[in-house]
């Protein structure tokens, strides 16, 4: 008898892992309570990388002199126009995910799941009705929604989650976002370049402020946003808001949480908005699953802990994605990453899951790439380090695409010169990181990319440039 496999949650972990048991000849049961896709198709990577495709296409119109194009005329960012692209967008892409789940002949059940005992899951749906359902082993798959802060809760009109905002039909003369991390950022730039006003306001002492970012790619990221005039208030919370008609008054403090042993004395403690986009974190999907039921806890906060072989404390039952937490990364490429590890080991396997060489993709204006250790980690493990830069504008194609801002960072180990970290920002620098993320995973030296050859001019001789520098051979940079 095939082995009888429940997937619940049908985002990039769980229907990846579901595919990949089926491929394994597993008799897969996928359970999603919305749509396919999850955070990261519905409300997450793919929709706000829509918005970003087109936040650069009006940066363009607007520099069109630049580019030697008189324009005549008015051109603005039509937000309905752009909100229907988007779900079109967005439904095809669920329907080609629906496709491949019935051409690998995995069911789909539509409804929200809740583990009965061990072995069992029912399905509760929308109509009222249950559906109890077998399995041999369970992957947990179920990711998070955006915390709600209580202090200042989301009221979807005026206080808004990332979810609102990707549902926005007009642009918010102003715009407050609390959390200058990666989704707050992203948004900053996004609005910015369609006209809003926007502040970010960010605890830490730097935007960016996690470990995997160098602190050289946040000082670069705060310069860019001065030049488009965003306001970046660090070492700053908000305490909370009121709502007066169609304005936001947002209260200030300084940051109880912040890394600046310094912190600044604030120069205002009300800012009024149109809008406040909260973007500080995620709520794990976890509370009503039933995990009591098999006897499988959880973080005080409701994350899952999962082994080496994403297998919980429960055997047979594997959890991965977002429900895992920020202990883990929580992006869309580990998650699906992870659903595969999950789903060989379901299948008999003992495969290990490795997050040595992640990158990590941030759609700024430029963009990221990173991958490996920054160049304080790299101290902190111990290594013997060396770190060398080359600035974008340094590429032919950089000036002949008019992205001169940017630049590349690699971290090698002094003595074998082996790469330990490479961290771009620049245009299309999210695309860049891959030859990174290859060199990483398979432990290259700055040599071996030094000597592989780059096609000119693309942006990709950056890691050319930048692997010949850390060789003592640079030619441009
Ligand atoms: P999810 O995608 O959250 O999917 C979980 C699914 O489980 C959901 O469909 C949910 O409805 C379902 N579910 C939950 N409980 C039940 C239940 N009881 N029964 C049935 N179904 C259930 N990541 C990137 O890598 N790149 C990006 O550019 C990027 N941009 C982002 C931008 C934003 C604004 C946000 C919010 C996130 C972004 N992310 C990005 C993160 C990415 O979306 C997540 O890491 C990814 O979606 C996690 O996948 P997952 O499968 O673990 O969970």
Redesign the pocket.
Known sequence: MPTKIIV???????YVAALRAAALGGNVTL???????????????I???IMKNTADIFLNFLKAENFGITLKGNVQPDMPALMEKKNKILDTQRKGIAALLQKNKIVLEQ????IKSSGLVDVMVEDGSKKELVYDKLII????K?LNVLDFPFDHQHILS?NDI?QLSEIPESIIIVGGG??GC??AFIFSAMGSRVTIVEAMSRLLPLPSVDEDISKLLLREMKKRKISVLCDTIVKSADINTDIVSVHLGVSPFTDNSRPKKLKTLVLDSQKLAVCIG?TP?SA??GLDQIGLDTSPQGWIEVDEHMETSVPGVYA????LGPQRI??????SHE?MIAAQNAMGEKDVMSYEAVPG?I?TMPEIGTVGLSEAEAKKKGYDVQAFSVNFRTLGKAQAIDELAGTAKMIVEKESNKILGVHLIGAHATDLIAEATLAIQKGLSAGDIAHTIHAHPTLAEIMGELSLKACGTPIHG
Do not use: Q, Y
């Open positions: 619940i949650g049908g985002g990039p972990g769980g359970i999603e309570k919305e749509n396919l896709g999850g955070t990261c198709l519905n409300w997450g990577c929709p706000s990388k409804g929200r799941a809740v798959a179920t990711g998070t955006p990332s990707l990666v989704i992203e948004f995620r999907l009503d699953l991965i994605g977002d429900i929580m992006l869309a490429h580990v998650a659903g993709a759609f």
